[in-house]
């Protein structure tokens, strides 16, 4: 995530972190902070969100 979105990468990880309640929900998280393309869509993809 860092390489596609820099150092608010550990911001958004943080703030994710400390709203989530489940893995599910912290990648689900991560995912809308995301620009749509070929990552945002192989995060989802690679855990199952």
């Known amino acids: 995530m860092a390489k596609?979105?820099?150092p608010i990468a550990k911001v958004i990880v943080?703030?994710?972190a400390a709203k989530s309640s489940?893995?599910?929900q912290?990648?689900?998280?991560l995912a809308?902070?995301?620009p749509d393309g070929?990552?945002?869509t192989q995060?989802?993809?690679e855990?199952?969100?």
Do not use: D, N, W
């Open 43 to 45: 995060l989802i993809t």
């Open 22 to 24: 489940s893995p599910a």
């Open 32 to 34: 809308q902070e995301m």
């Open 14 to 16: 943080k703030k994710a």
């Open 47 to 49: 855990f199952h969100v």
């Open 26 to 29: 912290f990648i689900s998280l």
């Open 38 to 40: 070929p990552q945002r």
């Open 4 to 6: 596609h979105m820099g």
